[in-house]
């Protein structure tokens, strides 16, 4: 890959991890649900669940 676009990933990247931060916080203060998918089947999940798992797993 070209500086150009490792830059232009390396941007993406931090845009995105800083807007599915920003939907956990959201959803937490709503306490609210998010959607994933898992193996194919759709899963709800608890906002304020989710961010205490990442949290105690590192990711957030």
Avoid: C, H, P, W
Avoid at 6 to 29: D, F, H, M, N, W
């Amino acid at each position: 890959m070209t500086r150009n676009e490792l830059a232009l990933r390396s941007k993406l990247l931090v845009g995105l991890s800083l807007s599915y931060t920003r939907l956990i916080e959201k959803k937490q203060i709503e306490d609210g649900n998010l959607i994933f998918s898992k193996n194919g089947k759709i899963v709800k999940v608890r906002a304020r669940k989710l961010s205490n798992e990442a949290e105690s797993a590192g990711i957030i």
